[in-house]
């Protein structure tokens, strides 16, 4: 009995090619299809698959399955279907996923040889080796991302080292503090986004092909060398775990979630203190929006995006672990769903982080106005710390000082204007401590403690930050 060639080139055409389909006497229902077939969000993942088709041809050459003209050609062969793929060919494709397409173009391009690359392969260990390769690549994109906003809060804070303006717990006014610190706190949250991403990296990195379906290739392939070409860290040692696993996506998830929530932390402060009421910063016109009737509106918008992202991010999260749970070992197509709720979390903080880092370098702060806002009563706790330091334990001192300002609230006037004849009847040390209590410059200054707002500690917190978002 012999092969029937015809039938193998119609089974590569648009319309009827699939990786599976002989024990079937029928193709798919149109319903099934539209609900199975994942092109349309897959398709974006042809890069890593012909890279990693690449690197198993490789391997299977080396086995000694593929001899040195079908490696050649098949090499070749793939690189034509890239060229294809880049210039934007088979756009209107109907296959049903990426690796589907992939194959049919090889078939074109160098005919039946085409069908010894799935040698030994399942599309399980495939579509996570190339789910895999691209989240290294998304990895990368997003760090980069990552330090050019964390240098726009250091180089904001250099700007702004000498300006002073309220520092707030609970939306109330505690202490005065630098405009640099609050740029540097939020800046610290993204040194750990990156440290984040980078421990990944190591999870993300493991070789799951050669998993085959769930049980190992059945050719004898060097998973090794494999690694080796593919840049993989390490091997995966389970199969059935191996094209099952989609920690590292829900990691990812995780990391884009967290990273959200620091850039929406980060708007929501800036929203309010670009706000009339407090007129701390004002958004350059390149980063801000009008109103379609009010005239006169400046609108925050890409703070305001950037806050929504972050709750955007998070649902991508919960449905993946939603996804996750209850699965047994090795893959069910469940899994599919893992790409369209990574590429959507990765895609929007791709979109807004540079909007943010824009907003963020081209703002100005208007320093008069952080200190118009600075009020006597945020040297309360100096007050407190200078009782301390005459002798008096701090939570008699904490609860004089607070009877000092109820009195600068009764009369009306600043805590340093009490009358003496009224704060010497709450302490006799008072009136000596208030009249050298001293500038909102001196309060800063006294928190020299490291990671304090004196201005050694913050200087030497932009440097940190500096060389970290640097390199």
Not at 74 to 86: K, P, T
């Amino acid at each position: 009995m012999t092969l029937d060639r015809n039938a193998t080139h119609d089974a590569s055409s648009s319309a009827s090619h699939h990786m599976w389909g002989g024990r079937f006497g029928t193709r798919p229902d149109e319903a099934l299809a539209a609900l199975n077939d994942s092109l349309p969000i897959d398709r974006r993942l042809w890069m890593q698959d012909i890279r990693g088709s690449k690197a198993w041809v490789t391997a299977l050459h080396e086995a000694s399955v593929l001899d040195p003209d079908e490696r050649t050609a098949l090499h070749e062969g793939l690189d034509r279907v890239g060229e294809r793929l880049a210039a934007g060919g088979e756009i209107d494709a109907t296959d049903e996923d990426i690796h589907t397409l992939v194959e049919r173009l090889l078939y074109e391009e160098v005919g039946d040889v085409a069908g010894k690359l799935h040698t030994g392969r399942s599309r399980n260990d495939q579509v996570v080796t190339d789910l895999r390769l691209w989240c290294l690549d998304a990895i990368e994109a997003l760090d980069e991302q990552v330090a050019a906003l964390g240098m726009a809060l250091v180089r904001q804070g250099r700007d702004g080292v000498d300006m002073l303006l309220p520092g707030y717990t609970h939306g109330q006014q505690a202490q005065p503090v630098r405009w640099a610190y609050v740029m540097a706190a939020h800046a610290w949250p993204l040194l750990r986004d990156r440290e984040r991403l980078g421990e990944i990296v190591g999870r993300v990195a493991v070789l799951p092909l050669g998993s085959g379906a769930l049980a190992g290739s059945g050719v004898a392939v060097d998973r090794e060398r494999l690694c080796e070409l593919l840049g993989f860290r390490a091997i995966s040692q389970n199969a059935l775990d191996a094209t099952g696993d989609r920690d590292f996506v829900a990691e990812m998830l995780f990391a884009a979630t967290l990273l959200a929530t620091h850039v929406s932390r980060l708007g929501g402060e800036l929203v309010t203190y670009s706000s009339t009421e407090y007129g701390f910063v004002r958004l350059s016109d390149a980063f801000s929006t009008g109103s379609s009737l009010l005239p006169q509106k400046r609108n925050p918008d890409v703070f305001e995006l950037a806050r929504a992202k972050a709750s955007r991010t998070l649902g991508d999260l919960v449905a993946m672990l939603g996804t996750m749970r209850g699965l047994p070992a090795g893959y069910s197509k469940d899994l599919q769903e893992d790409k369209t709720l990574l590429f959507d979390a990765v895609d929007t903080m791709l979109v807004t982080l540079p909007a943010v880092r824009g907003a963020v370098a081209t703002m100005e702060p208007v320093p008069d106005r952080m200190r118009s806002a600075l009020r006597d009563t945020l040297l309360a706790t100096d007050v407190a710390d200078e009782l301390v330091n005459v002798g008096i334990p701090f939570r008699e001192a904490h609860g004089l000082t607070g009877r000092l300002v109820r009195e600068a609230e009764a009369l009306g006037v600043p805590l340093r204007e009490v009358p003496s004849e009224h704060t010497k009847q709450i302490h006799e040390g008072l009136p000596d401590i208030l009249e050298g209590l001293g500038s909102f410059e001196d309060s800063v200054e006294r928190r020299r403690t490291v990671g304090g707002t004196s201005k050694a500690s913050v200087e030497a917190q932009l440097d940190a930050l500096e060389q970290f978002f640097s390199n």
